[in-house]
């Protein structure tokens, strides 16, 4: 069982930035590949950034947003920059196992961007 708790969501302007963390506990954090996704009002839970780990990432958002993990701390980041109205949603943190099995899925942090 892994537990994954988000934070760092807030309201901030057209332009600006936020770093959201999501803190695990539980089994071994870095044999985990972990993900970041956000589901705005009335869509689909989408696909943001994953950071493998072996720390390889991937990114539906290019170049304003950069994934990154602290094994030792057991937490993962998503700096988001240059933020828009339309990255307005909630933002949940993800964990799967490198070899294979289950998800876990954190409650979210919501983040609104006013233009």
């Known amino acids: 069982q892994v537990q994954l708790l988000e934070s760092g969501g807030g309201l901030v302007q057209a332009g600006g930035s936020l770093r959201l963390s999501c803190a695990a506990s539980?089994?071994?954090?870095?044999?985990?590949?972990m993900g970041w996704y956000r589901q705005a009002p009335g869509k689909e839970r989408e696909f943001v950034a994953r950071?493998?780990?072996?720390?390889s990432r991937t990114y539906s958002v290019e170049g304003r947003f950069t994934i990154s993990r602290d094994n030792a701390k057991r937490t993962v980041y998503l700096q988001m920059n240059s933020l828009k109205p339309e990255d307005t949603a909630i933002y949940y943190c993800?964990?799967?196992?490198?070899?294979?099995?289950?998800?876990?899925w954190g409650q979210g942090t919501q983040v609104t961007v006013s233009s």
């Open positions: 993800n964990a799967v196992p490198a070899v294979g099995g289950p998800g876990y």
């Open positions: 539980g089994r071994t954090f870095s044999g985990y590949n």
């Open positions: 950071i493998s780990w072996s720390g």
